[in-house]
């Protein structure tokens, strides 16, 4: 049971100081106890595994161990086309490109549902921004739309929508309360939903992939336990496994707070212009001193700096290079400005590069999905 005032809220905007008490408080296990599974089953650790971005799971030791005995592995996640893609959306396709690249299939859920009955986004303006926004971003990223099933909510096929029926017969409204809070009918409607899509795949008539992970910041950890309570509860109607899931640290938005597509200043969106994203960026909060000569003297604070994380989550994957921007910032060796400067050369030429693969995924995007009628 969680700590008194102490509740993840996935619809809303908490931000995570102490990640620690998450194993206490929620069972999540650290990532790092799976590490010798990792490299049994071919995998090398990508860079969000080597520098503890992804901390925690729930039994994806036993997904890996599938996966060891040649077993089918499949990975599911979702978004909710209420916004521009950013880069909080990126470092998870980042993690589907490496567990596609390992053998795992790819399911990308579109939650057009959740983002009607939760955030009133109009159901074509959802459609649009789905298609256009995330998975043209998802492709231009890496992600093979070959190897990857992309579906909306509100278009999936009869057994999807059975689920979500016998899961409402799974769980009372006090239940739903103690994990989520005040939910209205609008948020158990799309928790169950939540659970039907990362279910669903275990049935035959979606292939049927038995060990399927989720991976999720640890706020939407709500979701996943609810969904392995109702796997558990539907013996003697339909078997299904608990799922896995595995969880990311939130990046911290340019301005220090939870990054969302809701405050543009506090993320860099994919399709940002590259003078809107060098101005955003050379606006983030640092962990710099009041001067530059009190930062040479004491050093900067790269663990509360924006402008790191964005060199640590996406813009080096060189060890080498961003253990030496961290040394150097605590040093006092570099200051702000040249900090700055260091990360937009890199951010303006992954954009660049990025603009041109997206044109290319937009004539493809409208392809690998069915879009709903209405």
């Not at 729930?58 to 089918?72: H, N, S, T, W």
């Not at 983002?115 to 649009?128: F, K, L, N, T």
């Not at 994380?309 to 702000?336: I, Q």
Request: aromatic share 10%; net charge positive.
């Amino acid at each position: 049971m969680a700590e008194e005032g102490f509740r993840l809220d996935p619809w809303g905007h908490i931000e995570i100081k102490d990640y620690d008490r998450l194993y206490k408080v929620f069972g999540i296990r650290p990532f790092s106890e799976v590490l010798p599974l990792l490299k049994r089953a071919g995998m090398e650790p990508s860079h969000l595994i080597a520098r503890g971005i992804i901390f925690g799971h729930r039994d994806f030791d036993k997904v890996l161990e599938a996966k060891i005995r040649g077993e089918p592995v499949a990975v599911l996640t979702g978004f909710m086309p209420s916004g521009k893609f950013h880069f909080g959306h990126k470092m998870v396709v980042d993690q589907l490109v490496y567990l596609q690249r390992h053998g795992f299939k790819v399911h990308v859920v579109i939650a057009d549902a959740e983002a009607y009955i939760v955030r009133r986004i109009p159901r074509e303006e959802a459609v649009r921004i789905a298609v256009e926004e995330y998975i043209a971003n998802m492709i231009a990223l890496g992600l093979d739309p070959k190897d990857t099933v992309f579906y909306f909510q509100t278009n999936r096929g009869t057994a999807y929508y059975r689920l979500i029926q016998l899961f409402a017969g799974k769980v009372t409204a006090a239940e739903m309360e103690a994990i989520y809070g005040d939910v209205s009918p609008a948020k158990m409607m799309a928790a169950l939903t939540q659970a039907a899509d990362i279910l669903h795949v275990q049935l035959d008539e979606y292939g049927g992939y038995r060990w399927v992970v989720v991976p999720v910041g640890a706020d939407q950890d709500p979701h996943l336990r609810l969904t392995r309570d109702i796997a558990d509860r539907m013996k003697g109607v339909v078997e299904l496994e608990r799922p896995a899931s595995t969880y990311h640290k939130l990046q911290p938005g340019l301005d220090g707070k939870k990054m969302s597509s809701s405050r543009p200043d506090s993320t860099i969106f994919l399709t940002d212009p590259p003078g809107e994203a060098r101005r955003k960026l050379f606006k983030a909060l640092t962990g710099g001193r009041a001067t530059a000569e009190e930062q040479r003297k004491l050093g900067g604070v790269p663990e509360v700096c924006t402008v790191y994380h964005m060199d640590l989550y996406h813009l080096m994957p060189s060890e080498e290079e961003v253990g030496r921007v961290y040394r150097d910032c605590k040093s006092g060796r570099l200051l702000c400005g040249e900090c700055k400067l260091l990360a937009w050369s890199k951010l303006e030429r992954f954009l660049e590069d990025h603009r041109r693969k997206l044109e290319k995924a937009k004539d493809i995007a409208w392809r690998v999905v069915e879009a709903p009628r209405f």
